[in-house]
Every structure is written in structure tokens, then in C-alpha cells.
């Protein structure tokens, strides 16, 4: 079983907007957790993963800022091996 977590407001009438385009295959079963309200004035905005990996994909680190597998092992073991 795979489960999915998405974000969405829920409206005084019921009625859930969620952030982002939710394309599913038949019908779900959801749990829906009720959190703080939104602030007034505040626009929870709409996500959209696609944009978030093509802003990615057009503001790339530096070649000069990219660590090797090998040194960001060796940061892993550092951090490790300061619990010690």
C-alpha cells in the first residue's frame, strides 16, 4: 500500500482545494487532518512539483560547488563519527 500525502485548504462549506493538480485512477479512500486556520490575507498559493523540478533543472550548482559521491561520503562519516 502506497500512500500519498497532498496539501489542501478546506473551505467553510466543505469543500477541499487542494495546491497542486491531483490526477488519480478510481476512487480513494483519504484521511483528512484539520489544522491551523489560514491566516487572513494569506494566500496558501497553488504548488506545482513540475515547476519546482524545471526551476531546479535551469539554476544548477556550479560545477565548482558539486561534491563527488566520494566527499559527501566522507561528510557522512565525519558527522558519524562526531557523535562518538
Same mark, same amino acid.
Given at each position: 500500500? +502506497? !500512500? *500519498? ?7 467553510? /462549506?466543505?469543500? %477541499?482545494? !487542494?495546491?497542486?493538480? #491531483?490526477?488519480?485512477?478510481?476512487i480513494?479512500? #483519504?484521511l +483528512?487532518? #484539520?489544522?491551523?486556520? %489560514? ?6 498559493? /497553488?504548488?506545482?512539483a513540475?515547476? #519546482?523540478?524545471? !526551476? ?14 566520494? /566527499?559527501?561520503?566522507?561528510? +557522512? *562519516? ?7
Open positions: 500500500m +502506497i !500512500f *500519498q500525502t497532498l496539501e489542501a485548504t478546506l473551505d467553510p /462549506q466543505g469543500k %477541499v482545494h !487542494f495546491n497542486e493538480d #491531483v490526477h488519480l485512477k478510481g480513494h479512500r #483519504v +483528512i487532518t #484539520v489544522m491551523e486556520p %489560514v491566516e487572513s490575507g494569506e494566500n496558501p498559493g /497553488q504548488g506545482n513540475a515547476s #519546482v523540478l524545471a !526551476f531546479l533543472r535551469q539554476n544548477r550548482l556550479p560545477d565548482a560547488m558539486r561534491l563527488t559521491a566520494e /566527499q559527501i561520503d566522507a561528510q +557522512i *562519516q565525519a558527522e558519524r563519527n562526531a557523535w562518538d
